[in-house]
C-alpha cells in the first residue's frame, strides 16, 4: 500500500463507451501523473500536473482527457478508445522537486473491446 | 533529457549480492539517479536514489562514480522476493513536478 489509490482496478469497455479512471492520494503531495504500460513495454508517461496544472502533455492522443480538479485527486476520461489503448494505466503522485520520490498506485488494467 | 542504459535481463543467487549497472553519460550536474523496481505488473516501487555520493538504505545501496556517468545498485541479499525489473532513470524536474522516464529496464531473476 503506497497511499495512492486507483479505481477500478480492472475495466472492460468498449470503443464507444465512456468511462473515467480515478486516482486519489492523501500523502500531502501536489503534483500527480498518468502512465501508460503496454504488454511488455516500458512506462510510457502520459500526463503531468504540477499544483493542479497540467505541464506536460506527451502527444497524448484526444481521446484521453485527464482531469485535476485538486491536488488529491486525478482523473483519465476515455472515449472512442481504440483496441491497442488497452493497457495498464498507473497514476503517481508526488512532493515537488528537491529530494524527493514518486509513489505509484497499483493501476488500472484496461481492455478495449 | 538524459538517456540511461542498462543490461536487459541478469541472474543472481539467493543469498548473494545483486549487482545491476547503469550507465547515464549524458547526466547534468543537478540531475538525480533514481532506482525503482516493477514486479510482475504492479505500480512501481521506489528503492532508492542520489545525487553523488553514495546512499544505503534499508532496501538497497547506491553507488554513484565520482563523474557521475554511471551508478550500480546494489541489493546486498538477494531474495526471490527481489525477482522484478528494475529501472534505472534521470530524473528532470518541469515546474517542480518530477519527470521520470522508465527505459526498458533490467530484469533481474533470482534464482534459489
Given at each position: ?7 477500478p482496478r ?88 528537491g529530494n ?14 | ?29 543537478n540531475e ?81
Open positions: 500500500e503506497t497511499g495512492v489509490t486507483q479505481t480492472h475495466l472492460v469497455m468498449g470503443m464507444t463507451n465512456k468511462k473515467s479512471l480515478k486516482c486519489e492520494q492523501h500523502l500531502g503531495h501536489n503534483a500527480m501523473y498518468w502512465y501508460k504500460q503496454s504488454a511488455k513495454k516500458p512506462l510510457e508517461l502520459m500526463f503531468v500536473y504540477s499544483l493542479e496544472e497540467r505541464v506536460e502533455n506527451n502527444s497524448v492522443p484526444s481521446r484521453f482527457s485527464p482531469e485535476c480538479p485538486n491536488s488529491s485527486h486525478l482523473f483519465l476520461h476515455l472515449h472512442t478508445l481504440q483496441p491497442e489503448d488497452s493497457a495498464l494505466y498507473l497514476c503517481a503522485s508526488s512532493h515537488m522537486g524527493t520520490e514518486a509513489f505509484f498506485g497499483q493501476g488500472t488494467r484496461l481492455t478495449v473491446v | 533529457d538524459a538517456k540511461t542504459t542498462q543490461p536487459p535481463s541478469m541472474d543472481c543467487a539467493e543469498g548473494r549480492a545483486a549487482n545491476l549497472p547503469c550507465n547515464h553519460s549524458t547526466i547534468s550536474g538525480y539517479v533514481y532506482w525503482y523496481r516493477q514486479i510482475h505488473s504492479q505500480g512501481p516501487q521506489y528503492i532508492i536514489h542520489g545525487l553523488k555520493n553514495n546512499e544505503t538504505n534499508e532496501m538497497a545501496s547506491l553507488i554513484i562514480t565520482e563523474d557521475r556517468k554511471s551508478s550500480t545498485l546494489i541489493l546486498p541479499h538477494a531474495t526471490l522476493r527481489d525477482t522484478a525489473v528494475y529501472y534505472c532513470i534521470v530524473r528532470v524536474i518541469i515546474q517542480g513536478a518530477q519527470k521520470l522516464v522508465f527505459g526498458q529496464g533490467t530484469r533481474l531473476t533470482i534464482n534459489p
